[in-house]
């Protein structure tokens, strides 16, 4: 079940930033990238779900990660959230369009 809503979460993270799934888990520092995966990270912390399943949904798409760095984007999410109304929204956009 986590699974679903982890892939939900990809496949409207990817329309929002208009990029390919395959580019999502790829290991580039592209900014829009880091920002998509990092935007992923926080929606499926707050769902709850925990980092070990985060880990491994990247992993199983070929992004390996450590827990440091998914808490780092969860952090910089928060920070975006609390700054920016505009972004606010986008995340509750995105919590409300995934169901399960």
Known sequence: MKS???YQYVERITELFRIPKEELFSKSKRRDLV???Y???YLCY???MSLIYIQKYMSENGYFIRHSSIIY???TVIEKVKEDSDYMQVVK???KAVFI
């Open 4 to 6: 679903d809503i982890f």
């Open 35 to 37: 920002d998509a995966r």
């Open 73 to 75: 984007g969860i952090n």
């Open 93 to 95: 956009d995105i919590e």
């Open 46 to 48: 707050k769902r709850p």
């Open 39 to 41: 935007l992923l990270y």
